[in-house]
């Protein structure tokens, strides 16, 4: 009996060919395994598919609400944003699948796993660095880095061994999917001074053809998870799926970015991210009002490092685990309530309110109600510049005067 091996599988043409390849080169016997993450597939037909390739058993999870309460929450309350653009839709995805991978393979006793990256992106390093982090002994195999055909060759070996190729080979587009967003690749988006053809966008109205009225809608949170749309209560996959439509028909979430891939290129990417866009948002403006100036001021360097470390593949860190403990401390007041505007292909936070506000209208007003000690001020300035006046009057700062900034 050959050793076994579970397989990602997407249904779609290379991890088809992948079965089939991988039987001939490695003599494994395939487990396909297809993850759910809120990608809205026919799933029944993926699994019967890859039956008919020559998988020896195909099995489908869905992992949508793990993908987001252990994931896409977690990195919404560090406000995960990489590079400002992009909010991590597939780098969140890949270490779930990761473990799955793992804890299948673990529990069919097979030896290795295989994934369907190739040896140009970010995804292999993301699914290699996690596998090894969570079985150190478990063998990956990356087929389609490995067996070196172009497309045309690989659309050949699948005619050649009756493997079915999906009308998206057609597609000039590489699509990858799930609650937290959406990315569009190749085809005319390689050249960055093309506009991004409105085929492209399946998720998103185009802002022209948006209503002329403005849409509101009111995000609760609580403990910095999003937890109410418009005073009802939806578990957090209905609550995502619910924006995706939302803000998608008001045109919200497009991104154009020119983005540095982990392994030194820059690519240009596409992605639709409206649920993303206005939940990171609406969480932003709450943490604005009940976290304090040097909350904000850290949290916003975490942010940052959390991003990266997602990005790079590195979820199972101990740095990740680090990083969460201290988001998770920062939410303990981030509950309340953020109302947005979403109009012609942008949102806009139009208010806010928590019980656990800093913000004092006493202190902000300029009314009667003020109740700011204006008199303490100077004291106040007198001390903030002593550092300043000192300095000023031995060295003579005079504007920018007798700087020479010209090299
Ligand atoms: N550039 C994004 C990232 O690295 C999206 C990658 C999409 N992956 C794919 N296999 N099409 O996370």
Known sequence: MADKIVLAYSGGLDTSVAIKWI?????????????????ERDFSAIRQKALDVGAIKALVVDAKDSFVNEYVFPA???????????????????????KLLVDTAQGEGASAVAHGCTGKGNDQVRFEVSVNALAPGLKIIAPAREWGMTREQTINYAQRHGIPVPVTVASPY???ENLWGKSIECGVLEDP????????????????ETPDKPDYVEVGFEKGIPVTIDGQELNGVSLIQRLNGLAGRRGV????????????????????????????????????????KSQLRFKQKVAQEYADLIYNGLWFTALRQDLAAYVKSSQRFVTGIVRLKLFKGS???????????????GLATYDKADVFDQSASPGFIHIWGLSARTQAQVQKIDGDKGIDVSQ
């Open 193 to 208: 001074w093309v506009e991004p053809p409105e085929e492209v966008f399946t998720w998103t109205k185009s802002a022209g």
């Open 253 to 292: 979430g497009r991104v154009d970015h020119v983005e540095n891939r982990l392994v030194g290129i820059k690519s240009r990417e596409i992605y639709e991210a409206p649920g993303a866009k206005v939940l990171l948002q609406a969480h932003q403006a709450l943490e604005a009002m009940t976290l304090s």
């Open 76 to 98: 919404l309350q560090a406000d995960a944003l990489y590079e400002a653009e992009y909010p991590l839709a597939t780098a969140l995805a890949r270490p779930l699948m990761a």
């Open 347 to 361: 949102s806009s936070v139009v208010g806010r309110k928590s019980p656990f506000s800093l913000y004092s209208y």
């Open 174 to 176: 590489s699509i990858d």
């Open 23 to 39: 039987k001939e080169k490695y003599n494994l016997d395939v487990i396909a395994l297809t993850i759910d993450v809120g990608n």
